[in-house]
């Protein structure tokens, strides 16, 4: 399903924020927020997932205003991993899965064996079934944003959100992480800190700087030594890793 950002305006506090921002992401598609600290890309996501409601503009998943249907309705068209995932309290994972079965239930509707196949089979996905029963309070934070992906994943919305899902992780967790959100074959939108994960593993990078779009296009396009020297302020130099073979950006602070 295509997510379509048309001159969307966002202010907060009386205060510009974003300013005329257009974004297409095609189904499939895994699209890579990037900027500096401050830039606009967590505001923008809020946007998408109906936090912060822009002044102007339209956002769009199949042609539907996802500000103008129902939050149930937007909620089975995209679901959202935070960085903070929203869990408080003691739940068992297989509890945490099945909150992403809400858009497809009505209120007093107790969980069926349809729910719980999807929960087993979503658990499966991101290699998480063994611990179903766990507490989610005792995983460790690579294992708790699998299971945050997995409760996204229950939703079965054609759109996947991800604010800076490896914050706070190790290498191998956000290598694994990465590999595992691009295999999903959603359309996917993650804001993203590290240049050489958007470099790696986005089909293509929507670059924002000061509340505005500044670059748009494939990695190995946009992200030039000139350009990030430009927005970053950072030296880089651009070229096969010698280990993955996959493309890797050597970054060096700017002498003084």
Not at 118 to 145: H, K, N, W, Y
Not at 237 to 254: Q, V
Request: with cysteine; proline share 6%; charged share 20%.
């Amino acid at each position: 399903m295509r997510l379509a950002i048309a001159g969307v305006h966002v202010e907060i506090d009386g205060l510009p924020i974003l300013g005329d921002i257009d974004l297409i992401a095609e189904p499939g598609e895994f699209v890579g927020l990037i900027g500096p600290n401050g830039s606009g890309k967590s505001t923008l996501l809020r946007t998408i997932y109906r936090s912060l409601r822009p002044i102007a503009g339209v956002v769009s998943l199949g042609g539907e205003d996802l500000w103008k249907i129902s939050a149930r309705r937007a909620a089975r068209h995209r679901a959202v991993v935070t960085q903070h995932g929203g869990v408080d309290g003691e739940f068992t994972v297989s509890e945490i899965v099945a909150m992403g079965r809400g858009p497809h239930k009505r209120l007093l509707d107790r969980e069926d064996d349809t729910d719980r196949e999807i929960i087993r089979a979503c658990l499966e996905r991101v290699d998480m079934l063994p611990a179903a029963e766990r507490l989610f309070s005792t995983l460790s934070g690579g294992e708790r944003q699998r299971i945050l992906i997995a409760r996204a994943l229950a939703q079965q919305a054609p759109l996947l959100i991800l604010d800076e899902p490896t914050n706070h992780l190790d290498v191998r967790a956000q290598l694994g992480l990465l590999d595992l959100v691009h295999d999903l074959g959603l359309t996917l939108l993650a804001a993203l800190h590290d240049l050489n994960h958007a470099a790696a593993h986005c089909d293509r990078v929507v670059v924002l700087s000061q509340g505005r779009v500044i670059g748009n296009g494939p990695p190995l396009v946009t992200l030039t030594p000139e350009f990030i020297e430009t927005v970053f302020g950072v030296r880089a130099h651009i070229g096969p890793h010698p280990i993955t073979g996959r493309p890797h950006i050597a970054l060096a602070a700017k002498p003084q």
